[in-house]
């Protein structure tokens, strides 16, 4: 048995220990907002956070995040409105949309290490999320949207 917990719940599971994080969160614990893309780790559609840190939940077997906080796009927030989440939104940053979920969450982690990102940091930080339709600039505004929600008060 595996026990962890997930958007703050308590979970358990009794599956194989190499089970990728993945596939536990999509066909046990029902959130499907985490995305599968490759299978190797290379194109981040899977990233949600373990212990507050991103990583890619398709190579990352459950034995290795027992006992570990994890947080999927779905616990992010729950109602919509974390600042990533409304800049999203704001500037229509997805085409498609399979990868957003990974590159919010990649960008979350971005923003608690470099609250006022360059265009620097947000290169070195998300050129691991690949996004198929190309939509880069975009991700990028709303990245810099949302730092900047940060630290405007909310109304």
Request: with cysteine; glycine share 10%; aromatic share 6%.
């Amino acid at each position: 048995m595996y026990n962890l917990t997930v958007n703050g719940q308590p979970f358990g599971t009794e599956t194989d220990g190499e089970t990728p994080l993945l596939w536990v969160l999509r066909d046990e614990a029902h959130l499907k907002g985490t995305k599968f893309g490759c299978g190797i780790g290379m194109c981040g559609a899977c990233t949600v956070h373990v212990d507050g840190r991103a990583m890619r939940s398709c190579i990352t077997p459950i034995a290795a995040v027992a006992g570990c906080a994890i947080t999927t796009i779905e616990g992010l927030s729950p109602d919509g409105t974390h600042p990533l989440q409304r800049a999203w939104l704001a500037t229509q940053a997805p085409q498609c949309g399979y990868c957003q979920s990974g590159q919010i969450m990649q960008a979350a982690t971005l923003l608690k290490d470099y609250p006022q990102p360059t265009d620097a940091n947000i290169d070195a930080v998300m050129s691991g999320n690949l996004c198929r339709c190309m939509a880069y600039v975009r991700i990028r505004k709303a990245i810099k949207l949302a730092a900047a929600m940060q630290e405007a008060p909310r109304v």
